[in-house]
């Protein structure tokens, strides 16, 4: 018997990526995909009221457009889990007020790529920038003096 507001096999644990953003989502896989890009879009415009920061360099950015627009998303996974250099591949799930988040691809610790489109007929980019190493304060070159001490 699951607890009202606890985590089970139903929930999962998702990271939706856009530009240098990484968002955890608790997602009920039984919840139509309308109703998880609703609720990606309330926390995204909840957290980042001026947008989305696409790319650093040059600089972008990407409002999150208002329910009212009847926004329309498309959503990718990576094509091999592991490299990242391999690209995207589009979820197609179809209609998206049925479709439930499990049928559509939305697994747990599954990373998932999100760009907002104009119109239906449109080839998403998924935009999305990964840290390097350079970017991280927690790499340290090793010194000729640490090396040495082996």
Not at 8 to 25: C, M, N, P
């Amino acid at each position: 018997m699951a607890i009202e507001g606890s985590v089970d096999e139903a929930h999962v644990s998702v990271r939706f990526k856009h530009g240098i953003h990484t968002i955890y989502l608790f997602v009920d896989t039984q919840d139509s995909m309308a109703a998880v890009g609703q609720e990606l879009r309330f926390l995204l415009r909840e957290r980042y009221p001026g947008g989305l920061t696409t790319s650093l360099d040059p600089p972008k950015t990407t409002v999150v457009p208002d329910e009212e627009e009847s926004p329309r998303m498309a959503l990718a996974v990576l094509r091999v889990p592991s490299d990242p250099t391999r690209g995207w591949k589009r979820l197609e799930y179809g209609d998206e007020q049925s479709t439930k988040a499990g049928k559509a691809g939305l697994v747990q610790n599954g990373i998932v790529a999100f760009a907002f489109l104009d119109n239906e007929d449109d080839e998403p980019v998924f935009e999305v920038e990964w840290p390097s190493e350079e970017d991280d304060p927690l790499h340290l070159e090793p010194t000729a003096d640490a090396s040495s001490h082996r």
